[in-house]
């Protein structure tokens, strides 16, 4: 039984993401073919269903039925870290930035990089209000384009519904056609 309402929640969820099918396929652990069945409508097994509420950490009761908020705790920010650690070490996802010739670490080791903030945070001295003006700042800028791509995940579901009006305009008009030469 198909359901697009299912599969426009979990279009919406990807898209904010910024994600293509093929690399959430990839992230997820599901086919290719699994994902565009499931945006297509085609509810998942609960395997899979809760493959897809790990991943993009929402409200099972939304993702499900559409009731309540997709983050009822608020907007959960997508990890910053792919989830591939070779020996605890944690691989940078490629940003836009990087992918333009920016510098990109190639390995973070997170509880290292903790520790020194902590460390300057503690100090009392200018590079803890410098470190708090520059985490304040790039969180608003996280939060910015979060913003940005839940506006684009509704577009991309608002696109889809004025395709879905359009197929059905134009079989009524067919419809109305074919009243119209069968009655003359």
Not at 94 to 101: A, D, I, L, N
Not at 125 to 132: K, P
Not at 143 to 167: G, N, P, R, S
Request: aromatic share 8%; proline share 5%; glycine share 8%.
């Amino acid at each position: 039984m198909k359901n697009k309402d299912f599969g426009n929640r979990l279009q919406y969820l990807r898209v904010q993401r910024k994600l293509t099918q093929p690399e959430a396929s990839k992230q997820i652990g599901l086919s290719y073919s699994a994902i565009q069945g499931h945006e297509g409508g085609g509810f998942p097994n609960r395997n899979n269903l809760q493959k897809y509420i790990d991943f993009y950490r929402c409200d099972e009761v939304w993702l499900k039925t559409g009731q309540g908020e997709p983050y009822p705790d608020g907007p959960k920010q997508p990890p910053i870290y792919k989830v591939e650690t070779i020996n605890h070490q944690v691989a940078a996802p490629e940003s836009e930035y990087e992918k333009h010739g920016g510098w990109k670490p190639r390995e973070i080791k997170v509880s290292i990089e903790i520790k020194k903030t902590i460390d300057i945070l503690e100090s009392d001295t200018v590079y803890a209000t410098a470190l708090v003006a520059n985490i304040n700042a790039f969180h608003q800028a996280i939060k910015t384009e979060h913003k940005l791509a839940d506006q684009a995940a509704e577009i991309e579901i608002l696109k889809k519904k004025c395709d879905d009006l359009i197929k059905r305009i134009a079989a009524l008009e067919a419809a109305g056609r074919k009243t119209n030469f069968r009655g003359a």
